[in-house]
């Protein structure tokens, strides 16, 4: 089961971080956005909006009337009014809340993956749309971040093409991410909040172990690197 509490605390430490690394998530808005099957909607919800990394995107290249968003974190509300200032924010657990209308676009980038019921989420958001509506997902697979899992023997919750199989028009990508050493890779999961797979602390003598295994399995062309799985979902 996933640790919810964890999710929400680690995302909401590195809510002002985010933008600047979240290299990945800012690739796959983009594609999601490209993914779309007609730019202009009445009504739009985003879940998990975070910082508004996606809805910089949407109020870029889409029309619409009402954009409602939603996230775990309630202070991503103050970052998405500044993008679009007559927003409506809905707080809270995408699992756990009512949604009281429906849309024309339900739309979520790097979020979904969170989920304890996956499937069962995806089907309420399909309950949630208006006739002809869309829903655009992009979650990532059970490739993702490998590298940490393995070293740290974490278990993998995230899901693979066959859990998600039951969709149609599903498009996998891989992507690596490198770095100089691999305290930087760290770094750079704590400063994007993506770390919320596990409460852990490292000594010093751990680290140092973390260091040298990584070096050994994960050194490509002078760096060390870091996979990412993004897995995009449209039904419509």
């Given at each position: 089961?996933?640790?919810?509490?964890?999710?929400?605390?680690?995302?909401?430490?590195?809510?002002?971080?985010?933008?600047?690394?979240?290299?990945?998530?800012?690739?796959?808005?983009?594609?999601?956005?490209?993914?779309?099957?007609?730019?202009?909607?009445?009504?739009?919800?985003?879940?998990?909006?975070?910082?508004g990394i996606l809805?910089?995107?949407?109020?870029?290249?889409?029309?619409?009337?009402?954009?409602?968003?939603?996230?775990?974190?309630?202070?991503?509300?103050?970052?998405?009014?500044?993008?679009?200032?007559?927003?409506?924010?809905?707080?809270?657990?995408?699992?756990?809340?009512?949604?009281?209308?429906?849309?024309?676009?339900?739309?979520?980038?790097?979020?979904?993956?969170?989920?304890?019921?996956?499937?069962?989420?995806?089907?309420?958001?399909?309950?949630?749309?208006?006739p002809n509506g869309?829903?655009?997902?992009?979650?990532?697979?059970?490739?993702?971040?490998?590298?940490?899992?393995?070293?740290?023997?974490?278990?993998?919750?995230?899901?693979?093409?066959?859990?998600?199989?039951?969709?149609?028009?599903i498009i996998e990508?891989?992507?690596?991410?490198?770095?100089?050493?691999?305290?930087?890779?760290?770094?750079?999961?704590?400063?994007?909040?993506?770390?919320?797979?596990?409460?852990?602390?490292?000594?010093?003598?751990?680290?140092?172990?973390?260091?040298?295994?990584?070096?050994?399995?994960?050194?490509?062309?002078?760096?060390?690197?870091?996979?990412?799985?993004?897995?995009?979902?449209?039904?419509?």
């Open positions: 089961m996933i640790d919810k509490s964890l999710v929400k605390k680690r995302f909401k430490k590195s809510l002002k971080t985010y933008n600047d690394n979240a290299i990945i998530q800012k690739q796959t808005a983009e594609k999601l956005i490209s993914l779309l099957p007609r730019k202009e909607y009445n009504s739009i919800l985003e879940v998990g909006c975070a910082t809805t910089e995107k949407i109020k870029q290249n889409l029309i619409f009337n009402e954009f409602s968003a939603n996230d775990l974190v309630e202070d991503s509300q103050k970052y998405i009014e500044q993008i679009v200032p007559s927003s409506h924010f809905i707080s809270g657990d995408i699992e756990e809340i009512q949604l009281d209308k429906k849309y024309d676009l339900i739309i979520s980038n790097a979020c979904l993956q969170w989920c304890s019921n996956i499937t069962g989420t995806i089907e309420k958001l399909k309950s949630a749309l208006n869309v829903l655009a997902l992009s979650v990532f697979g059970d490739k993702n971040l490998a590298e940490i899992k393995n070293i740290f023997g974490i278990e993998n919750k995230m899901y693979s093409m066959q859990d998600l199989s039951c969709f149609e028009n990508d891989t992507h690596k991410l490198y770095f100089d050493t691999p305290v930087d890779v760290l770094k750079h999961l704590k400063l994007t909040g993506v770390n919320a797979i596990k409460e852990a602390k490292l000594t010093k003598s751990k680290l140092k172990e973390f260091e040298i295994h990584y070096k050994e399995q994960y050194f490509e062309n002078g760096k060390v690197y870091l996979t990412y799985n993004p897995v995009y979902i449209v039904l419509h």
